[in-house]
């Protein structure tokens, strides 16, 4: 799909996914990778365990090592005084469905199960084409199975370029709050808000976050994470 000029920028930076990447091989079921160290600050109490799920923006796709969503974040969480440990269960080019079809070996893999699942799909369904009927039920596949586990959510929005269509974009930009009410999950309405019409903050496939860009999505989002984690006991 092209459109021209900004409305091009625009579009792009609002499918914010990532099946725009080279072709990769395939790969054995794919392994979570340890989040960074954080910087020294002072954290307290029990560890708090959260699953990053989501595809490349939070695989960190174009970045480097400890530059990603996740790694961020827990930095982010520990300033806090949280002590947070993120796993980064992200897969570049994930669609909701085959986020779907890995949802439940990511969280058989895990020694215990995660306090909270930051979910974050729906951008490779637009940039695929796939209606948004089926990104719907999908996400909601995912969200029950979640919900089966007892396992809190936090929803990470997505919203479609206008030049899909009026229609299109109602039915799509609907899914995320919708799902949000009918599962009572915590709900970020668009993850890309902090980037989405600043090209500095985008890589030059006018889709992926800079390190720069990921910085502002984790200021922007980390209270919401927080307030997401469940009480302590």
Request: charged fraction near 20%; aromatic fraction near 6%; charge should be negative.
């Amino acid at each position: 799909m092209r459109i021209g000029g900004l409305s091009m920028v625009l579009a792009a930076l609002a499918l914010a996914a990532c099946g725009s990447e080279p072709a990769q091989p395939p790969a054995q079921e794919p392994q979570m990778k340890a989040a960074s160290e954080p910087v020294a600050a002072p954290v307290s109490g029990p560890e708090r365990r959260i699953l990053a799920f989501g595809d490349s923006l939070f695989a960190g796709y174009g970045l480097g090592e400890g530059e990603g969503y996740p790694e961020k974040l827990q930095k982010a969480l520990r300033a806090k005084g949280i002590n947070a440990q993120v796993a980064d269960a992200g897969v570049s080019g994930d669609t909701t469905a085959a986020g779907l079809q890995r949802l439940a070996f990511v969280l058989d893999s895990q020694a215990k199960a995660p306090e909270l699942a930051i979910v974050e799909l729906g951008g490779n369904d637009l940039l695929r084409g796939i209606s948004p009927a089926e990104t719907r039920e999908n996400l909601e596949a995912i969200l029950q199975e979640l919900a089966k586990r007892k396992i809190p959510v936090l929803l990470m929005g997505m919203r479609a370029p206008p030049n899909l269509g009026q229609q299109f974009v109602s039915e799509f930009d609907g899914i995320y709050p919708a799902l949000a009410r009918q599962y009572s999950t915590a709900l970020v309405p668009f993850f890309l808000e902090p980037v989405y019409d600043k090209p500095q903050l985008i890589q030059a496939d006018r889709i992926h976050p800079t390190a720069a860009g990921i910085d502002a999505m984790v200021a922007a989002t980390v209270a919401d994470v927080a307030k997401a984690l469940p009480a302590t006991q």
